[in-house]
């Protein structure tokens, strides 16, 4: 089995317009472009901006995929 979500997250690195099909256990599928996971703070979405500024303290993200909320740590 190949790691489909690392090898597209390499990709991105070479090609910002990678897009992401993701198919979740209950059928949904998500198309979303792989950028997104490399976004910097000021492209983040207003209520992840506003979480991220309300954190305090010690953070632990689990399944942290690229490290883009960890970046910003």
Same mark, same amino acid.
């Given at each position: 089995?190949?790691?489909?979500?690392?090898?597209?997250?390499?990709?991105?690195? !070479?090609?910002?317009?990678?897009? &992401?099909?993701?198919?979740?256990?209950? =059928?949904? *599928? !998500?198309?979303?472009?792989?950028?997104?996971?490399? @976004? #910097?703070?000021?492209?983040? &979405? #207003? *209520?992840?901006? !506003?979480? @991220?500024?309300? @954190? /305090? =303290?010690? *953070?632990?993200?689990?399944?942290?995929?690229? =490290? /883009?909320?960890?970046? &910003?740590?």
């Amino acid at each position: 089995m190949k790691d489909t979500f690392g090898l597209s997250l390499l990709s991105c690195l !070479e090609d910002t317009t990678t897009v &992401h099909e993701l198919e979740r256990d209950d =059928g949904r *599928i !998500e198309v979303f472009e792989v950028s997104w996971y490399y @976004a #910097p703070f000021k492209q983040w &979405h #207003p *209520i992840e901006q !506003e979480l @991220a500024n309300r @954190a /305090r =303290g010690r *953070i632990l993200e689990v399944g942290c995929g690229s =490290g /883009r909320v960890m970046k &910003h740590f």
